[in-house]
């Protein structure tokens, strides 16, 4: 963890300190002029969404990179042209065939720098998992073997999983909010963001119920950013990078406190404040049509004509505030409205969640209310811990979008839809139908109306339930002017609206006290049993452990290594699957401890061992072979996959300054499993790989 915040930190000051001293004027060489005069007008790549660095809004290029590249520009006195709508894939294939000139915002791999020329990196951004709420326990890309990950056409995220995590699927999308889409409905289990493009996102597409778990400490996940030309046209990169050398500190710093440090644009607090836009469009609008849910109190309802429920309730105060009416349009079921909402009959339905088939004729204000979705069942039936592990017919209101939730993530669940909620509870009474899933306020109010002793809560779901409201597609000002309402309504006004319909009179029934008592009893005792059993057992894991431990490391020992390659060799003989090994050697280690001392020598193995660590995935087995040898046994990957990971360990021991601003580099052997011959034999030819690394000059990867 340490290492990986000191890359980005140096990083950091090499983008920022390199700027310290620049110069005002760009000096560029006669062939340098002569060579951008005949370019002529310079092509520029201006994504459509992935603020905040670089998109589009209104036909303008914006973002971090387009603003400091037209301060380099600016600098080497330069004509370009931003050129916008492709997605990145297909900007990527534009530069092949000679139709862009500059990529922005764009990472090096080894696959990229086969046709682009990099300047030097221009800023760095740290990454994150992005996962849904049912999602939050992962923290790191170790943790999702067999799981999927989204992730945008050509991006290099798809390069990384495949050579440090092959175990995790990949779900390719066209672009960043697709693959941020495909997370929340189901689609991916995580996607892999740099965290301000994340964050902006999700804000600007009100995408509710997703989040940041976690920073990805793999230092091969940080993103630093360089610009890119063609190979055929490296003189335009060295232009470039003389432009980038004379921005200065101050003006990064303006340009990053514009774009990567937001603050909330609002002034005040509660004060509803429309553009000229948006006064214009209710003035020329009579009213604001909706329709709504008939029956789904305490949410929403028709009752003698007139909407009512919480949702009611707020349309009240969006009128109010906006002084303009909603008019109702009326349906027969919820079914309907929705149908009416795709013929453009109604503007708005106050109170729904986002869906996959839904976004397509509705756009999303932010949600206004949370609440938790369950399940009902008889009295008498067990209560369901784990809902993912229920293997029944269940109830669902024909259209909910509890119905997407189902068929995403608890796939044994039979769906069985009815017209509403008090139905299909009424079925579960009758015991013709094993549960009801509906929202915990909704099913409260209908148990202690119609079924108190009969029916209770028996299960939760892990997705929560957020309503907003959803507005035809083809009207973004009137999203926008709802989305300020629900803005201008305080924390005071929220309690007010949803508290008047979400008061609880509890009637006789079960004893909570007893029952709290009952339940603490039994889990103290299960809890003592489990904490013995527990205790024995680690007892014994951790005496495994530490015969198996090299003390000074921590990483696994040369007779654990012994043991698993024989394993793991055996298991590629028998399978034929991919196996390979990677011995890395630290250069000019000796020179150390004669300089520096044993002690300092042993720490800078340590802070190795910890780079390997990090770098390495979850799938690879570590250890020190030997006294600054490491091995790394790597299943399931070939060889042009090892010698990518061992890349990446290259790479991050390279850039790290140890104690006593130390510098290490270390030479690296990769060896493929070849059918009909020993470990032995494997481990000879990396040997040998390594010592040719040490040869031809150290810091280096060769092949055995």
């Not at 940041?212 to 400490?217: A, C, F, L, R």
């Not at 932010?366 to 609440?371: A, G, M, S, V």
């Not at 309690?495 to 103290?524: A, C, H, P, Q």
């Amino acid at each position: 963890m340490k290492k990986f915040w000191f890359i980005i930190v140096m990083v950091t000051i090499a983008l920022f300190g390199m700027n310290a001293f620049a110069a005002s004027n760009v000096q560029l060489t006669e062939k340098e002029r002569q060579f951008i005069s005949e370019l002529g007008t310079i092509r520029v790549s201006n994504e459509m969404d992935w603020p905040p660095y670089n998109y589009n809004e209104r036909n303008q290029p914006k973002g971090f990179s387009i603003d400091y590249f037209k301060l380099v520009a600016e600098k080497l006195g330069i004509t370009y042209e931003f050129v916008s709508g492709p997605s990145w894939n297909d900007f990527l294939m534009m530069t092949k065939r000679n139709e862009l000139d500059v990529v922005l915002n764009i990472i090096s791999t080894p696959e990229r720098r086969k046709y682009l020329a990099f300047t030097k990196p221009y800023t760095v951004a740290i990454s994150g998992l992005v996962v849904t709420e049912r999602m939050r326990h992962l923290t790191s890309l170790r943790e999702m073997d067999g799981m999927t990950v989204a992730v945008p056409q050509g991006f290099y995220t798809a390069e990384l999983l495949r050579a440090i995590y092959p175990n995790i699927k990949r779900f390719e999308t066209k672009d960043t909010l697709g693959a941020l889409e495909a997370v929340k409905f189901g689609q991916a289990d995580a996607m892999v963001s740099e965290i301000p493009v994340a964050n902006f996102l999700m804000e600007k597409h009100t995408l509710s119920g997703l989040s940041v778990s976690g920073k990805i400490k793999d230092p091969a996940f940080a993103s630093i950013f360089s610009m890119a030309t063609r190979l055929d046209k490296t003189m335009l990169r060295d232009v470039l990078e003389k432009g980038i050398n004379a921005v200065t500190d101050e003006e990064i710093f303006a340009i990053r406190s514009k774009w990567l440090e937001r603050t909330n644009d609002k002034t005040e607090p509660n004060i509803l404040t429309l553009s000229e836009r948006e006064v214009a469009y209710l003035k020329k609008h009579d009213d604001i049509t909706m329709c709504v849910d008939p029956d789904w109190l305490p949410f929403e309802a028709v009752r003698d004509g007139e909407h009512v429920g919480i949702s009611g309730d707020y349309v009240r105060t969006f009128a109010q505030k906006l002084d303009k009416p909603f008019r109702l349009i009326k349906t027969e079921s919820w079914s309907q409205s929705l149908e009416f909402a795709q013929e453009r009959k109604c503007d708005i339905l106050p109170m729904l969640s986002a869906t996959p088939e839904r976004i397509k004729y509705l756009n999303f204000t932010k949600p206004y209310f949370n609440n938790a979705n369950v399940i009902v069942t008889r009295h008498q039936t067990a209560y369901v811990p784990e809902l993912s592990q229920l293997d029944a017919e269940v109830g669902v209101v024909e259209g909910y979008a509890l119905n997407d939730t189902i068929r995403a993530f608890y796939p044994n669940i039979q769906i069985r839809n009815v017209k509403n909620l008090h139905a299909g509870m009424k079925l579960v009474a009758e015991g013709k139908l094993f549960a009801m899933a509906g929202s915990l306020a909704a099913v409260g109010y209908q148990i202690q109306d119609y079924f108190i002793g009969q029916l209770k809560v028996a299960g939760r779901f892990d997705e929560p339930l957020e309503l907003g409201l959803g507005v035809r597609n083809d009207d973004m000002v009137l999203l926008s002017i709802l989305n300020k309402a629900i803005d201008s309504i305080s924390d005071d006004e929220h309690r007010r609206l949803v508290n008047s319909w979400m008061v609880v009179t509890y009637k006789e029934g079960l004893d909570l006290k007893l029952l709290i008592e009952i339940l603490i009893g039994f889990s103290f005792i299960a809890f003592f049993l489990l904490y013995r059993q527990r205790g024995l057992k680690k007892h014994n894991e951790e005496l495994a452990r530490i015969s198996s431990m090299d003390k000074l490391t921590n990483l696994k020992n040369r007779m654990a290594l012994d043991d698993i390659l024989i394993t793991q060799f055996n298991q590629f003989d028998r399978y034929k699957r991919p196996f390979s090994v990677i011995i890395l050697d630290v250069d000019h280690f000796k020179s150390i401890n004669d300089t520096y001392g044993h002690l300092v020598g042993d720490e800078v193995l340590v802070a190795v061992a910890k780079i390997i660590t990090s770098v390495s995935r979850s799938t690879d087995t570590t250890g020190r072979w030997g006294g600054e040898e490491f091995l790394i046994l790597c299943p399931e990957t070939d060889q042009e996959g090892t010698r990518t990971v061992a890349e990446h360990f290259r790479e991050a021991i390279e850039g790290c300054v140890f104690d006593q601003d130390i510098r290490v580099t270390a030479s690296f052997g990769v060896a493929e499993a070849r059918l009909g011959e020993s470990a032995q034999d494997l481990m000879k030819r990396a040997d040998a790989a390594l010592y040719k690394a040490k040869h031809n000059g150290r810091n280096q990867v060769c092949i055995g």
